[in-house]
Every structure is written in C-alpha cells, then in structure tokens.
C-alpha cells in the first residue's frame, strides 16, 4: 500500500512529545467519591435529563435520553445517589457552565445487567437505535453521535477507513490502545464494516507508532489493510487520511460520505466492540495525561471523573506549572476549570510548562509572506480570511471557503509575525453561524406572522360566504310564500299549546270541563274538582227554584 499513498498539500512537523507517555500501560483510576455527568457530549441536542436529585442509580443506567435525531443517550459511570441536576463546569474554551447529573458513589459500583448485541442478526435500524441507547459518539475529536455515520443511507459507501493516525503532538491514547487492545478494536471495526455493508477496510497510522502498527497488523482479519502513513501533522485529519490513503478528495464544503468512504476513530471502534460483544455503555475511555506532571501517562477514565482527579491520578502538576490544555496544544484549548469533568471528547489534558508552552508573543503585522498558505492542508489562503474576519467581513472571508478550515492551526504555527490567525477563523465562523440563526428565527417569525394573517382573512372569508348562504336561502323561501317556510318545531309547538288552551276555554264556556287532567299536578286537580263541584250546587239550585 505504501507505494500506493497520496501526500496532501501543507501539513507541518511540530515536536512529537508522544514518548512522554506513550511508555507506560493504560491505568485504571479508584472508584471517585463523586462524578459530574454533562448531559451535553456530542455534536447535536443535549440528552435530556432522566434522573433527579436524590434518585438511586446503578453502573450503566441511562441517566440522560437522545433528544432528537442528531443526539446521544448518557450514563451514570457508577452506582450511587443523584445530588444534583444543575449547570456545573465543563471541558469547553468558554468556561460556562452547562447542565450536568452529579452522582455521588456508594463505593459499590453495582451494575444493571448488561445484555451483548446480536448484532449480525439484528435489524441494521434496532442495531442503530441500541447503539444510540448505549451512548457511542465518535472519540477522536468530534463526538458525533456514532449511530447516525452507521446508516449508509441513500449514499453508498463502499470503504471504511479506521483512523489510527493519531497525529497531535503530545496525545498518545490511541496509541496505546491499539498496542494493547489490538483484537478488540478490530472486533468493533468488524462490527462497524458490518453496519456499512462495506468490503474495503484501512486502517491508517501514522509511521511513529510502530508498536501499534504491529498489533493491529498481527491481529487484523482477512479484508482489514493496516496501513503506516507518514508522520506528518495534520495527518489524521479525516479529510488528510482519505486523500492519503484512496487519493480521493473530499468536495469543498462537503464530507468524505460524499465520496463513498466513511471514516471512524480506533477509539470508537473499541467502544463499539464493548457496546455489541459486552452489552456495556459507553462509561469510560483512555484519556492522555502528560506535559508537566508526575507520572505521565494514559488512563481508562469514567466519563464524569473530575479532571483535578485524573490529574491527581498522575500524580499532580509539577512545580512551576501554568496552566493546562484540554487536547493537543494544535486543536486544543485552555481549562478554565479543573472542576470540570471527562468527558467523551476529552482525549488529553497536558499540564503546561513555560518551557515548552511560552506565552505568545504580541503579534505583529501580515507581512503578506505566504507561509500560512504553504502550510494549509484544505489548500486555503489564510492570510485573505484573517483580513475579512479582522474586518468582519463575513461574506468575503466566506467566499475563501472559511468552511474548510478544519483549525489545524498549522498556519498560525509558521507564521512570522505570531498572528493568531485560528482565533480570528472561529470567531468568523461563529458569527457567521450566530447571523444564521437570527436570520432562521426572524424567517421562522415572519413565516408565523403571514400564516396568522392569511388565517385571520380566510376565516373573514368563511364568514361572509356563510352570512351570503342564509341571506339567499331566506330570500328564496319569502319569495316561496309562508307555505313554503320550512316548518319550525319551536313554533309548531308554541302554536298546539295555545290551540289546545283556546279549546280548554271554549268547552269552559259551553259549560264542559274537560276531564282528562293526568297532565296536570294534584294542587289544580283539586281546584278543578271544587269548582266542578260548586258549579253543580250552583246549577243544581237554579234548576231546583226554576
Ligand atoms: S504567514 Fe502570517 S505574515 Fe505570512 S501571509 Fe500568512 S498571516 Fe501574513
Ligand atoms: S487552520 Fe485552517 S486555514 Fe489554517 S492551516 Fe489549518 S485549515 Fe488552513
């Protein structure tokens, strides 16, 4: 296959630092005392929240539901008391809060029962709606919801490529996953190749990871290429990896499922192999912790653990620290907060030193030397979207396909003059996004607005074509004569209760009473009957003195 690589444009070559904590096995941390959950992990809706404080939980039990297509369930990492459902820390560059379930242990970790997959068998929707259940999001940066790149779709995929470059300095998880747990991952990759329905499988890593390359290479199945690729930031790209391995490039603006190939993290292969073969949650995954701390190295951490905690497990920073980074130190960003949790995207917290992390010097002027470009996997020009960005003017720099920068922060690297040229493409694309929104919500409210007016008028409408009906019908039936009027019951009855009363006092004055009176209640029978009867006395002594 080497021979048969493809080199993408740009790319750098920054100092590695993988041997820092590449050297030692994966650690499993002690049971914590206490877990923070944020129920927002993934691309897409937040789960939606279902436990509340004082609720009792188990290892595995979903505490958090998919909300919506584009979402992913969460679990409770140990068994214990929910305290609280409540905005907490997170690992995000804006330090805000976000709504997070905090359990605390009861030292036990009992389990719910965990049922494996069938998954050969299963219908490929219920193999998705379990895996969606189970919480797998994509582990190598991007947390997409996993069950939804497992659904080919209307596209046809026809190759799987498994990402095992691992290409930021410093980050050094995958790598020992794959040298450890080489035979799982390619059980998930299995899994996964099975769900696409796809027969060509590559699994990329880069060259400085030879002990890697030799696990996966030893345990891959017939119709899995293990592939070395060459060391070389940002190789592990998605769209970087699918150019260097099929020489296929991605569409601006589009994805690499545009093109027939479909690309997943060895991580989440793994976390697919315990989902399916084990029934288990995604509860925990290895996270790097290195840079300027005691024992560096990689840990199997439950998502929820504190990192003030995994940075304890590695024995704290060392004296002299400032600061920590949350990821590589490319595609990174600053911890606001020790107190936030792991999460599923955190693959890394370095510990940083004035050394190898020295504050940024001021920047200076473009001096318009084209480096930045040079250096752009996407084939950008940075310097033409940091000029529009810095002027706000989101259309042009937009028309640089500023959607294409995937913030490999290889051309703030080389440049000269320290321009922190990915800071200016995010608060573009964020602007960008925040004037899409309004727009959609201003269209959304005069959409309801025309839709009430178009109500309000059809409903006048509605009025008037009925008044018009009856106007007519009234006309046709006076211009009929009254014999013709339609008979009215009300009426009707009104009229035989009055005929009926004008007979009662024409047979009254001829002298009849009338006899039937069942109708009538007892008081008045009495009454008619004293008058009848005073009626004879009275008739009696006329005819008796006449
Ligand atoms: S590398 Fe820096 S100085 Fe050179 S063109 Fe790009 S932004 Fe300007
Ligand atoms: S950050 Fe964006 S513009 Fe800069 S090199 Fe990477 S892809 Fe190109």
Not at 36 to 47: E, K, N, Y
Not at 143 to 162: R, W
């Amino acid at each position: 296959m080497g021979d048969r690589l493809h080199t993408f444009n740009g790319g750098i070559h920054p100092e590695g630092h993988k041997a820092e904590s590449s050297a030692t096995p994966i650690r499993d941390m002690a049971l914590l005392p206490r877990y923070v959950v944020p129920l927002r992990q993934h691309i897409g809706t937040p789960a939606r929240p279902l436990v509340q404080a004082g609720d009792k939980v188990l290892r595995g039990q979903p505490i958090g539901a998919a909300e919506g297509y584009v979402s992913t369930a969460v679990h409770a990492p140990t068994s214990g008391t929910v305290i609280a459902v409540e905005p907490r820390a997170v690992p995000h560059p804006s330090g805000l809060f976000d709504l997070a379930v905090a359990i605390e242990s009861d030292g036990e970790d009992r389990a719910v029962d965990f049922t494996p997959l069938d998954w050969r068998n299963l219908d490929p929707s219920a193999l998705r709606n379990r895996i969606r259940d189970l919480g797998l999001a994509g582990l190598g940066g991007a947390v997409f919801p996993s069950y939804i790149k497992l659904n080919p779709g209307a596209q046809s995929i026809h190759t799987l490529i498994v990402n095992g470059a691992e290409c930021e300095p410093w980050i050094t998880c995958d790598d020992r996953l794959m040298r450890e747990r080489a035979a799982e991952t390619l059980q998930g990759v299995a899994i996964m190749a099975h769900a696409l329905g796809v027969k060509t499988v590559l699994v990329g890593i880069e060259d400085n990871k030879p002990e890697a390359l030799a696990a996966m290479a030893a345990a891959a199945p017939a119709g899995v290429e293990v592939v070395a690729v060459p060391t070389r930031y940002p190789g592990g790209g998605g769209k970087q990896l699918t150019y260097t391995l099929t020489g296929v490039e991605t569409p601006t603006g589009g994805r690499s499922t545009d093109v027939g190939i479909q690309v997943f993290n060895v991580g989440t292969a793994y976390s697919l192999y315990r989902a399916a073969m084990l029934g288990e949650p995604l509860l925990s995954r290895v996270v790097t912790v290195t840079g300027h701390v005691a024992r560096p190295g990689n840990f199997e951490t439950r998502i929820g653990t504190p990192l003030a905690d995994l940075l304890t497990a590695a024995g704290g920073a060392n004296p002299g620290a400032v600061g920590e980074i949350i990821g590589g130190p490319m595609m990174g960003f600053d911890l606001m907060d020790l107190a936030a949790p792991v999460t599923k995207a955190v693959n890394c917290l370095i510990v940083k030193d004035p050394v190898h992390f020295p504050p940024r010097p001021a920047p200076l002027p473009c001096i318009r030397c084209g480096a930045c470009a040079r250096s752009c996997p996407a084939d950008l020009q940075p310097f033409e979207m940091y000029w529009f960005s810095r002027a706000k003017d989101f259309g042009k720099a937009q028309s640089y396909n500023l959607f294409d920068c995937i913030e490999c922060g290889c051309c703030a690297y080389v440049c000269p003059s320290h321009i922190p040229l990915v800071d200016f493409f995010r608060f573009a694309k964020s602007e960008i996004w925040e004037r899409e929104q309004e727009k959609r919500a201003s269209d959304q409210a005069r959409q309801r607005h025309e839709f009430k007016e178009f109500r309000l008028e059809r409903e006048k409408q509605e009025k008037a074509e009925k008044f018009a009906k009856a106007a007519e019908k009234q006309k046709e039936a006076a211009a009929a004569g009254p014999a013709a009027a339609p008979a009215d019951p009300e009426a009707e009855k009104k009229k035989a209760i009055l005929q009926a009363a004008l007979e009662r006092a024409a047979k009254a004055k001829e002298g009849v009473t009338p006899k039937n009176t069942d109708h009538l209640p007892p008081r008045v029978e009495r009454e008619i009957a004293e008058i009848d009867a005073r009626r004879e006395q009275v008739v009696g002594k006329e005819g008796g003195e006449g």
